[in-house]
């Protein structure tokens, strides 16, 4: 298993991941990984980005949602809205990741987020999609 994460690596341009990934992949190769994950988040995913990630073998986005609340997005001092996270999975889609997990939070009140809110960030076609549920006072 091979993990880049731990400060959103998806902040990185297109064009410094399309010279990262392969470099690194040439010192420490994980062609024979079982499963490649990428940290997302959600303003930073594009179509070129998506597209590149794939071509470099990543196989899992771990997408930084938190909510599909805007309110909660803003108090929480999220710097993406649902509108972020609905476009990031058209990106997503198109590249044809096979394995997504969404990462919620709730930063206000006790508990994860609600149930409503984690099946709107269901998808259906093919998608699988897990859901880490966070909660933290």
Known sequence: FVYFGGGTPSLLSTARLER????????WSWSAAREVT??????SVTAEKT????AAGVTRL???VQQLDDEILRRN????????????????RRADFPVVNEVY???FGDAPPARSTIEAGALPG???????AIAAR
């Not at 093919?126 to 880490?132: A, D, R, S």
């Open 20 to 27: 990262l990934l392969p470099a690194l992949d040439r010192i």
């Open 38 to 43: 990428f940290e997302c988040a959600p303003r």
């Open 51 to 54: 597209a590149a990630l794939r």
């Open 62 to 64: 771990s997408l930084g």
């Open 77 to 92: 001092g999220r710097v993406h809205l649902v509108a972020d996270v609905e476009k990031a999975w058209e990106s997503i």
């Open 105 to 107: 939070g709730s930063y």
């Open 126 to 132: 093919g998608f699988l999609v897990e859901v880490e």
